[in-house]
């Protein structure tokens, strides 16, 4: 497979992410149809966790039944070891210091003893900074999750690159359809925190180019380097991100209330991220 039609490809595996995104701007959705789908985001997003986890698992076990075979150093190991709990330090912990840097300070509350309309205006004044700080809040989750999916599909990506490059063209094909699959469910996980937030047009179009995009870039980088300390490090921030967002969603959605619906739904979005990642299981990615 040449590299212009790896790139093709990945692309196309990447960009299904947009078959989604456009639900975003449906304006009829009620308080039991937002809950549904940002809990089926989550459930997407639990999927994905356990994934990139278990990918750099295997890095970090491979290295070490190596060590024990006497076919690798320890150095190695304690070197990938520390990139895997660095990266997710950085992904979790490290995005939770910059969100709370990055968020706008609270509003202060009317002084008492002020005129009844100018309390008035001052209220009004706070319920639409408070409005506009609840669709700032939404719309930096959304953008987030998408860059921490970003993160994951890069390193799905230099699978595509490595198999396609490697001559493997059965299973690179496989792994092109099986992300594509993957990635379209990935789009619910982007917009479900968004709840009635309508994003604007170019919301949606760089959530998807940061979310769907690292696809196309891994699979060119894929094609020409193979690094497996560049892919841990990938997975590592991906899980930590991954695992702040749920955690994030989680907590708004509690507030929304129909806590038993939630549930079924995110079962349902993590069978949904399961069945699509057997198609790639099944070409042996």
């Known amino acids: 497979m040449t590299f212009a039609s790896t790139a093709a490809l990945g692309a196309l595996a990447g960009f299904t992410i947009f078959l989604s995104l ?143 490059r490697a001559g493997e063209i059965s299973l690179a094909t496989v792994l092109i359809v099986g992300f594509a699959l993957h990635n379209a469910t990935e789009g619910f996980g982007i917009i479900g925190p968004l709840g009635d937030i309508r994003p604007t047009w170019r919301w949606l179009v760089a959530a998807g180019l940061i979310g769907g995009g690292p696809t196309f870039l891994g699979s060119m980088v894929g094609y020409h380097v193979t690094s497996e300390p560049l892919e841990l490090v990938f997975y590592a921030v991906a899980g930590g991100a991954i695992l702040y967002v749920i955690g994030e969603v989680w907590q708004a959605m509690r507030r929304m209330g129909h806590r038993e619906l939630g549930l079924w739904l995110l079962a349902l979005g993590f069978a949904a991220g399961v069945i699509t990642d057997l198609v790639v299981a099944y070409g042996g990615g």
């Open 22 to 164: 456009p639900l975003a701007r449906l304006t009829s959705l009620g308080i039991r149809t937002r809950v549904a789908l940002s809990m089926f985001a989550v459930g997407v997003l639990a999927f994905l966790f356990v994934d990139v986890l278990e990918h750099g698992f295997a890095i970090v076990e491979n290295a070490v039944s190596a060590f024990k075979d006497n076919d690798g150093s320890f150095g190695r190991v304690a070197g990938l070891t520390l990139l895997l709990c660095g990266g997710f330090a950085l992904g979790s912990a490290g995005l939770a210091v910059l969100e709370r840097r990055m968020r706008p300070g609270r509003p202060v509350p009317p002084v008492a003893g002020g005129a009844t309309d100018a309390m008035a205006a001052r209220d009004i004044e706070l319920a639409d900074r408070a409005k506009a700080e609840a669709r700032t809040w939404a719309l930096r989750t959304g953008m987030t999750i998408a860059a921490a999916i970003g993160v994951h599909n890069f390193a799905e990506g230099l699978a595509i690159g490595v198999s396609a």
